[in-house]
């Protein structure tokens, strides 16, 4: 964590709006993508991710006594958010098609190009895939293939080593790859 | 097999990071051979799942996000205010928080340090009162009596202001060596012997001694009553001394129970200020939504508005009868 952040952290805690703000625009885009694969709904994934940072300055008392990287915090934060709002509803997210949610469409960017049906459907395929894996191989994933991370920053991420980590990643792709399979993505 | 796990873990990860540099998978592939049907499938999946793109939220959202955030902001700041700034001395809140517990929890379930807390008082004050009624019946010489006598100074010192004190009859009953002294001087009269002790009896001075002694007597009984009028009034200014810091308690009870309901009502009406707020905010929001939604559904009547008119220009061109 580095001092500038570190200063924000501190002044967010001692009642900065600025402070905190900065931390929020810093920071959601990346906690609600990660949201979004795992609850596979935007609009579901809006609400949790800012559940996360209420959650945030609500906990950063605590945070702060810690020596953790803020970052591998805040996706503890949205874990538990998850974990909670998947508990409340007493199921698993249900995998919807990708096509058929309006909502889901709306948060993909079209980097300048519209979405074909195809790219649609090979999406839904890819969520509906995802919501079969355990929550480790789907955090592996999204954060080592959707989210471009490498082995050391997702070790330091998940407070694991990085043998842990690669061997992590080998068993998610073998998972991923047998769902991809059992939903006829393949 | 963990071993073998781990050394394929490496083998895959270094063709990711190839994957990364832009190498082709033939290639990558052709330097492990052995490993390439294993690694095949997987790679693949690898490269489907970076080609996913990685999704963007909708600008109300986070707005929304953001005043959630800063409402939950508002609403610590106001939590810890109380917390910093306590309505009531310690000593109410000390009384208010044990009459909540007993409300809350009844009086079996209190606090640990609340029970220590209600015992000894409880003890102490059972301790005094009996201490005292013994002592009142105790004698001079009798351990209890200087707590008789302590009590009968406390009871003058509520009776009376400092000025007046000086005015009033003594009422402290004499000390044990002058009751000592009369009895020695009347049996003396009995034995003959009234003087300090020569042994010889002196007519002209029997009539000195037995009025001293009377005298005595009576100084005693009136001394006796007094103490015992001085007794009760103690007792009397003791009951009332209790019976103020009793209600001195009730009304601080009360003072602080008071003070807690206003502080609630005050956190109440704070939360409720920011939750209009919030909903404010939240109505904006969707209003602004709503233009947006409005003006773009405007523009696109008016687009297909316009295109209709190049369309009927286009056919009128085309028709030969309009023509000229």
């Given amino acids: ?186 | 097999m963990f071993v073998r796990d781990r050394s394929f873990s490496l083998i895959l990860e270094s063709c990711l990071q190839g994957l990364d540099r832009g190498e082709s998978l033939p290639d990558l592939l052709a330097d492990f051979p052995e490993l390439a049907d294993q690694l095949r499938p997987l790679l693949l999946v690898a490269m489907a799942s970076r080609a996913f793109p990685v999704p963007r939220p909708s600008e109300t959202a986070q707005r929304l996000g953001r005043n959630q955030m800063l409402a939950e902001m508002n609403r610590l700041e106001i939590k810890k205010a109380f917390r910093k700034k306590p309505a009531v001395p310690l000593i109410n809140r000390w009384i208010g928080g044990l009459v909540s517990a007993i409300r809350a929890r009844g009086l079996t379930r209190l606090a640990y340090s609340y029970r220590l807390a209600m015992v000894s008082l409880v003890l102490l004050l059972s301790g005094g009162y009996f201490t005292i009624s013994a002592s009142a019946s105790s004698q001079p010489g009798d351990l209890l009596y200087i707590l008789k006598l302590g009590m009968q100074r406390a009871g003058l010192v509520l009776s009376y202001d400092n000025g007046d004190e000086a005015e009033q009859p003594i009422l402290i009953s004499p000390q044990p060596w002058e009751f000592g002294h009369t009895f020695q001087a009347l049996n003396g009269i009995h034995n003959g012997n009234p003087g300090s002790g020569s042994g010889v009896p002196d007519p002209s001075s029997n009539s000195e001694i037995v009025v001293s002694a009377a005298d005595s007597i009576k100084e005693e009984i009136a001394t006796n009553k007094d103490l015992k009028d001085a007794e009760k009034e103690a007792e009397k200014d003791l009951k009332d001394a209790e019976k103020e810091v009793e209600k001195d308690l009730k009304d601080a009870e009360k003072e602080a129970e008071k003070d807690l309901k206003d502080a609630e009502k005050e956190a109440e009406k704070d939360l409720k200020d920011v939750e209009k707020e919030a909903e404010k905010d939240l109505k904006d929001v969707e209003k602004e939504a709503e233009k947006d939604l409005k003006d773009a559904e405007k523009e696109a009547e008016k687009e297909s508005k316009e295109i209709e008119k190049d369309k009927n220009k286009t056919l009128k061109l085309g028709d030969p009868s309009q023509r000229h």
């Fill in chain 1, 1 to 186: 964590m580095d001092i500038k952040e570190k200063a924000l952290l501190y002044r967010a805690h001692a009642g900065d709006r600025g402070a905190a703000g900065t931390l929020y625009e810093h920071y959601y885009r990346d906690i609600y993508s990660y949201v979004f694969y795992r609850v596979n709904n935007a609009s579901t994934a809006e609400d949790l991710s800012a559940e996360v940072f209420v959650r945030m300055v609500r906990h950063l008392p605590g945070f702060l006594d810690q020596d953790k990287p803020f970052i591998s915090w805040l996706y503890g934060l949205a874990k538990k958010v998850i974990r909670d709002y998947q508990r409340d509803r007493k199921e698993l997210i249900s995998a919807k098609n990708i096509s058929g949610d309006p909502s889901n469409r709306k948060a993909l960017p079209s980097n300048g190009r519209s979405h074909t049906h195809r790219d649609r459907h090979a999406l839904g395929c890819f969520q509906q895939a995802l919501q079969r894996l355990t929550d480790p191989h789907q955090e592996i994933i999204i954060h080592r293939f959707v989210k471009g991370r490498s082995v050391e920053d997702i070790a330091d991420l998940i407070n694991q080593s990085e043998g842990a980590v690669r061997i992590l990643q080998l068993n998610a792709l073998k998972s991923l790859e047998e769902a991809l399979e059992r939903e006829n993505c393949l």
